[in-house]
């Protein structure tokens, strides 16, 4: 009897916890499909009928369209951009340098590291002065930093897990380096460094501050999501919800990615 | 020969690029931090450390450094204290491996949030007249709750979000490790009648020591960025009493005049405070776990 009681307070504590992590998402979610008079109601509603005016609304609004268009054009290419640099110096790193590979990872990791704002404030008064203020190639180069050195810090691991003994083999039959490279240890590698492109990429696609200084007119669905409630007089709760929605929406599907991910990082961090 | 080229041209361009960027960086906010520059104008003169000099007897900025500290604090401990806490709790009482899945999928979704969202999201629940947190708070009879617009309990709303984030968050990358400890040390302290919570104080956390300082190392790194989430669920406000160094440094350098030669000095410093933690930190966990 006790121990029933027990495991129904465990079980209870747990769908607690389960139902804080997810509630606030998923009330967003059924904000976004509220009129406003369904939100702004003393007694929150869980009845009322749905709505898609909130989203009709943001992919009008021209500021919201640009600002989801740039998005996807700055955070693509700078992932992609990241991925080219970034994967064949990661392997480099993991199979050919000895002496100096300790410094160069902890320079990698450095850079993650820096806050933002020290990026931020030398570039907005370079970028203004050259000109390429408020563009997106101007964000993409800044942006370069974060993903290739993401990049390079993930896929490390993931290079040193493929075996030796295949690239050794290659090796004997007469592949060069590069063929090694990309016909054998790139392969064998790809879902690793698949998860680490998707972490590059929700970093780079969430990341406010870099776009909300460097860009003006031509800045990223944060900034412009960032900027909606100072939209008139009336909060429009609705339409927030909906940009969060729209925001929130790439970075959610790669979910069990990540958990395959931290799977893979957890195991060989601890052989 | 063939293959010291291989490593040349796989390397050289990514940390070109990345020394450059850095450098630029490094070197620009040094640079401007001893000029006087600010965006209205486009001419500036040479101050020596003027702008270092009037950081340290300014209010604001001390004050920025106390909100920072205690941010930095009460994130790094509560997203730790969150994680350790869950992650036992739920490897002692859920033993079904798909509920477990189950479970650390939903902890994942916060931290996948960019800070945006999760700021937006915590602002609508937080919101004293529609919000679904003091309409449960109004329920227990307490009066509706200014999360947001109090002074005392502003940092505490918003450290609360982060928390949710990178605690949940924490909670899987733990419970992971927890699973892959061996079964032997946990068993052998069982047969001796260890209490559950006595098992994982002395058996499970010290063994698991490493990985805890690289999430706490992580950790404080990450919140020394918490602009994006402040910004938007605050502003800094009310009055000053959320205003981390970062926000500071970019009000004063992008919103009040664009005095960006000031903020260039206070990025500095603020490198310079995370460069000396980080190594420290770094050092610190090679010689722990080698």
């Given at each position: 009897m006790v121990s029933l009681i027990r495991r129904t307070v465990s079980r209870g504590f747990l769908a607690l916890m389960i139902l804080i992590a997810l509630l606030p998402i998923l009330w967003t979610i059924l904000g976004s499909f509220k009129k406003l008079k369904d939100i702004v109601t003393p007694v929150p509603t869980l009845i009322f009928t749905p709505t898609l005016e909130n989203f009709t609304t943001i992919l009008q609004n021209p500021s919201i369209r640009d600002g989801l268009g740039n998005s996807v054009v700055i955070v693509g290419v700078s992932v992609l951009l990241g991925a080219l640099f970034g994967i064949p110096a990661a392997y480099s790193l993991a199979r050919h340098v000895e002496r100096k590979k300790d410094d160069l990872q902890f320079f990698v990791l450095s850079l993650r590291f820096m806050p933002p704002v020290a990026i931020a404030i030398p570039f907005i008064i370079i970028y203004l002065d050259s000109g390429i203020y408020d563009t997106l190639a101007g964000l993409i180069l800044v942006y370069l930093i974060s993903t290739i050195s993401t990049v390079i810090w993930l896929s490390v691991p993931a290079f040193e897990r493929v075996p030796r003994e295949i690239e050794e083999a290659a090796a004997m039959e007469g592949c060069s380096q590069a063929e090694i490279f990309i016909k054998f240890a790139l392969p064998i590698a790809a879902p690793s460094l698949f998860g680490s492109l998707v972490f590059t990429f929700v970093l780079v696609w969430n990341e406010l501050l870099l776009a909300l200084t460097l860009?003006?007119?031509?800045?990223?669905l944060p900034v412009v999501a960032a900027s909606i409630?100072?939209?008139?007089?009336?909060?429009p709760w609705g339409v927030i919800n909906a940009s969060t929605v729209i925001l929130v929406l790439p970075p959610l599907v790669f979910i069990g990615l990540l958990m395959g991910f931290i799977n893979r990082m957890v195991a060989t961090g601890r052989k | 020969m063939q293959k010291q080229r291989f490593v040349f041209w796989t390397l050289a361009p990514a940390f070109s690029i990345l020394a450059i960027l850095a450098l630029v960086s490094v070197a620009g906010a040094l640079y401007f931090s001893v000029m006087d520059r600010?965006?209205?104008?486009p001419d500036y003169d040479f101050v020596g450390l003027y702008n270092y000099q009037r950081l340290l007897g300014d209010r604001r900025f001390l004050n920025a450094l106390k909100i920072s500290a205690i941010w930095e604090v009460v994130t790094v401990a509560g997203s730790l204290l969150v994680a350790v806490f869950l992650s036992v709790y739920i490897f002692e009482t859920t033993r079904s491996a798909r509920t477990r899945n189950l479970i650390c999928l939903a902890f994942l979704a916060p931290v996948l949030l960019p800070r945006v969202a999760a700021a937006f999201i915590w602002r609508f629940l937080y919101s004293?007249?529609?919000?679904l947190i003091n309409y449960l708070t109004g329920l227990l009879g307490f009066g509706p709750i200014e999360f947001l617009a109090d002074p005392q309990l502003a940092l505490f709303s918003v450290a609360v979000v982060d928390i949710w984030q990178w605690g949940l968050f924490f909670t899987v990358i733990m419970l992971k490790l927890l699973e892959t400890l061996p079964r032997d040390p946990i068993e052998a302290a069982q047969l001796d009648n260890a209490k559950t919570w006595e098992i994982h104080a002395y058996v499970t956390m010290p063994m698991l020591k490493a990985p805890v300082i690289s999430l706490a190392l992580v950790k404080a790194v990450e919140s020394l960025r918490s602009f994006d989430l402040i910004f938007v669920m605050t502003g800094g406000g009310p009055g000053t009493s959320t205003e981390t160094l970062d926000l500071y440094a970019y009000q004063a350098g992008i919103n009040l005049g664009g005095r960006v030669s000031y903020a260039s000095a206070m990025s500095i410093l603020l490198l310079l405070i995370t460069t000396v933690v980080f190594t420290l930190v770094w050092r610190g966990i090679r010689k722990w776990s080698a």
């Open positions: 860009a003006a007119e031509n800045a990223t409630t100072s939209l008139g007089k009336e909060v | 600010s965006l209205r104008y004293p007249s529609l919000g």
